[in-house]
């Protein structure tokens, strides 16, 4: 006698497709980054494709961290099967890709409000009224408590390698800036 083996999901009838991925992106909104835990691993654009097997149920994630050598993609992985497992799926796979390269582009423009909310001036773009130099690009930075573009880099590293700290001279506030790549 051969066993059927049932879809790894909790319906206990059979599930299409697209309402399978649907569940697991829903599943995967809930995992927050360990570093910025205001923004899902969707909203930071880390979360690159879902798929689940019609025939199995088994989910694949794949992924892109948002710099090669980030220290949190062990505990992100582990939270993405976690929060995949939790809304019923028994087989899930985690596929790191590194081409192409995460960019801050991938950063919803809900989620920049949120990272501003949060006090992280979020990542923006080159200053197009700055002169063409050699060297560093120089970036408008405006605080996220006051809005004043009056500011200054402190250190090119914050509490992370993908943060840089700086000082507003409008409210004296320090504040990180998410960098952009």
Not at 65 to 89: D, N, W
Not at 110 to 134: F, H, M, N, Q, S
Request: hydrophobic share 40%.
């Amino acid at each position: 006698m051969v066993e059927k083996r049932e879809p790894s999901t909790v319906n206990s009838e059979r599930e299409l497709p697209e309402q399978a991925v649907s569940r697991a992106r829903a599943a995967l909104e809930t995992v927050m980054d360990p570093e910025v835990p205001v923004l899902s691993i969707v909203e930071l654009g880390i979360v690159r494709e879902v798929g689940v097997e019609p025939d199995t149920g088994a989910v694949t994630v794949t992924i892109t961290p948002t710099y090669s050598g980030c220290p949190a993609m062990p505990v992100i992985e582990e939270e993405i099967a976690a929060a995949l497992k939790r809304a019923g799926f028994a087989e899930v796979r985690v596929e790191t890709v590194y081409a192409p390269a995460w960019t801050t582009d991938w950063i919803s423009e809900p989620a920049r409000e949120k990272l501003r909310a949060y006090g992280i001036a979020p990542p923006g773009a080159p200053d197009p009224a700055a002169p063409v130099t050699l060297g560093p690009t120089v970036r408008v930075v405006s605080c996220p408590f006051c809005g004043s573009a009056k500011t200054r880099i402190v250190s090119e590293f914050g509490a992370t390698a993908c943060k840089s700290l700086y000082s507003c001279h409008a409210c004296r506030q320090p504040f990180e800036h998410f960098k952009a790549f």
